[in-house]
DNA sequence: GCCAACGTTGGC
DNA sequence: GCCAACGTTGGC
């Protein structure tokens, strides 16, 4: 199973609307690397959903509902969306600063490349966050 | 609201 | 193929 990231302006789409649709297309997606780390999603893999913008903290776990197909918000045959489902909201939401604070997270793309919007996490990277998320 | 960082577009 | 111009993202 892999381990991922996602991210989302909570006044386009924010955790909020996900738990009351439950499942829903990720899809709008137009940067080539955040597209083929959807390509890479399979079904079961688990996705955190960050609040960029507004909060900048990890708020909940979702899980791979469907792996890439057409973009359903554009012809164009360049781009995928998956389905998603939202699976765990965090009790204490895991801000950007304490991110930047952990020492065993300072590799990952949130802090290094802030503008990738769909970005690969290690387990170990990932049962940090959870484990934050829990304090 | 500002601005840095980054991706994309288009002229040459 | 280079690079300037432009648009967008996202942290602060």
Redesign the pocket.
């Known amino acids: 199973m892999a381990y991922w990231l996602v991210?989302s302006?909570p006044k386009s789409y924010s955790w909020e609307d996900m738990l009351k649709e439950k499942k829903t297309p990720w899809d709008g997606v137009?940067?080539?690397?955040a597209r083929n780390n959807m390509k890479d999603m399979k079904k079961g893999d688990k996705v955190l959903f960050y609040h960029?913008?507004q909060g900048?903290e990890v708020v909940g776990v979702t899980t791979v509902t469907k792996e890439f197909f057409q973009d359903p918000t554009t012809e164009d045959d360049r781009w995928v969306a998956v389905e998603l489902k939202a699976e765990d909201t965090f009790g204490d939401p895991v801000p950007?600063?304490k991110i930047?604070e952990t020492e065993e997270l300072q590799d990952i793309p949130?802090i290094k490349?802030?503008?990738?919007?769909v970005m690969p996490l290690t387990e170990k990277q990932y049962n940090i966050i959870v484990d934050l998320s829990r304090q």
């Open positions: 991210k302006d137009r940067n080539y690397q960029s913008v900048t950007l600063s930047k949130l490349q802030s503008r990738l919007s």
